[in-house]
């Protein structure tokens, strides 16, 4: 399946959000897609249909599906993957984009990359903060639904981007807009959670 310019410009939103969210899973759903011939990747994506990087990204997609459902787990590997996330969804729109903008795929590569890394970042933030929050109940159902409802959304929004971009544009316009409060909401909770915590300062 060879994609339009819009599928590809929905394709390249889904990449870097997804990323944000459930990285190896992106990879591993991509390369696959590409693997079996279900869509036709560009240049720059090729790799990832390679059976090495796709079993590398089934194990750790494997491994980031349990520790993303036990609690305080979650949120260290979220710490870790701030140095992970971002610059690869920035790599992956980078490479989506820079292959098929002909003459100016250089300089579309990198405003490619400043996009994709901005939505990565949104929804790694929405995520890593919502988790924490969430970490301070003492009941681990919440923390199981929060993690279940991401492994749904990524399959579903990289889908909805090659199926139904006319669909997935405003899904996605509503999820940054609800990611953006979560974030904001989520600050202000821990960071009056922490205040609590430490007690009131000394005169």
Request: with cysteine; charged share 10%.
């Amino acid at each position: 399946m060879n994609l339009d310019a819009l599928q590809l410009l929905a394709l390249a939103a889904a990449l870097g959000w997804a990323s944000g969210l459930r990285l190896y899973l992106t990879v591993l759903l991509v390369g696959i897609a590409g693997h079996w011939g279900w869509i036709a990747l560009p240049p720059g994506l090729q790799v990832l249909a390679s059976p090495l990087v796709m079993g590398a990204a089934a194990v750790l997609t494997c491994i980031e599906f349990l520790a993303d459902k036990v609690p305080l787990v979650d949120s260290a590997w979220d710490a870790l993957h701030t140095l992970i996330r971002i610059p690869a969804g920035a790599a992956l729109v980078a490479g989506l984009v820079s292959g098929w903008a002909g003459d100016h795929g250089q300089a579309w590569g990198v405003v490619a990359a400043l996009a994709g890394g901005g939505l990565a970042a949104t929804a790694h933030a929405a995520k890593a903060s919502t988790r924490a929050a969430a970490n301070t109940s003492p009941e681990p159902f919440s923390n199981i639904g929060l993690s279940l409802l991401g492994d749904v959304a990524v399959p579903t929004m990289l889908w909805l981007a090659v199926a139904h971009p006319f669909v997935f544009f405003p899904l996605l316009a509503l999820s940054l807009a609800v990611m953006a409060m979560l974030i904001w909401l989520c600050f202000k909770f821990l960071r009056a959670l922490v205040r609590r915590v430490r007690g009131p300062s000394p005169a």
